[in-house]
């Protein structure tokens, strides 16, 4: 079972990695729309809703650029 663990790239899909670039996409563009920092104000969160906006504005720009090196080595590699 310890085996498999660092041969993710091989068995996951195109689908898979291109639905996890499309999601950081989307969580980056929430957060920096205001969006979220515009939740997190209506649940009267203060300097927490900031922390929290700028926290998931992070996680979407790493898994877009995660994701979109992914997509670009699959598809480059389906291109050959």
Known sequence: MGQDHGKCHSHCS???VFLGFLTGVIWLLL???GVISDFFNLLELGYLG???NILIALIGFLAFL????CVFKKAARYCR
Request: charged share 0%; hydrophobic share 75%; aromatic share 16%.
């Open 14 to 16: 195109i689908f898979g």
């Open 31 to 33: 957060a920096v729309l």
């Open 50 to 52: 900031h922390i929290l």
């Open 66 to 69: 995660l994701f979109g090196l």
